[in-house]
């Protein structure tokens, strides 16, 4: 969850000024900021814990924050009196879900969980598997399989070509908004990764979709390695109030700690 977010915010300054290498200075650029993949993660977190209905929390998480860097189809449904699911197959399903896979409790419940919060704007079937497969993968890996095992696991189910690197993919990535063009790609950095922190450079260093990448890479790896007290409270302090409330319930309710070093007092002493 709050990996997902640091995905986000550190990718934000590159999802339409790409560059092509890792060790990009620093971490978090001065102008990063969280965008739509941290908003909607937030409102999936809401919907699961409150057991709302995920139209109604991503419509008042999102209307919040009209100039997040919606695309096109969600903004149009997310600020029209719509309801209804539209088809979609873009990535938008797999950078939110990560919360199903820490709240369900078995790999059954957090598949029905992504369903939950997929089905009601990306109701095509690559993005019910999109949000699926991130689903699982997180579960898989914060109960502690290996690399190997979910790599198998999430290739065959979905099939998916996990067998490749970050460096192999890079010469021929471009600019993909869908979910069979961004999951692949995130989970193959989170699964080559050393740590979080790795998995969201990589995913950033792919070019394209910088933000969502390293939203769903930094999710992943998260449940794998989990997140450094460093790299959490940067995180934290770039998001308001409400939304660090919401996380805190939602770790509470997966019965995990939350990441991050100051959890009940505002973690930047300037704000
Ligand atoms: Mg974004």
Known sequence: MLGAIAGDIVGSIYEFDPIDHEDFEPLFGEDATFTDDTILTVAVADALVSGRD????FKAWGRGFPNAGWGGMFARWLFSDETAPYGSFGNGAAMRVSPAGWIGRDLDEVLALADRVTVVTHDHPDAVDGARAVAEAVYRFRTRATADAVRDAIGRRYGYDLDRTAAQIRPHYDFDETCRGT????????????????????????GGDADTLAAIAGAVAEARFGLPTDLANEALARIPEPMRDVLRRAYARAGAAMPGGTQDADPDPAT
Do not use: G
């Open 54 to 57: 995920p139209v109604e929390t």
């Open 183 to 206: 999951v692949p790609p995130a989970l193959v950095c989170a699964l080559e990764a050393r740590s979080t922190e790795d998995a969201i450079r990589k995913a950033v260093s792919l």
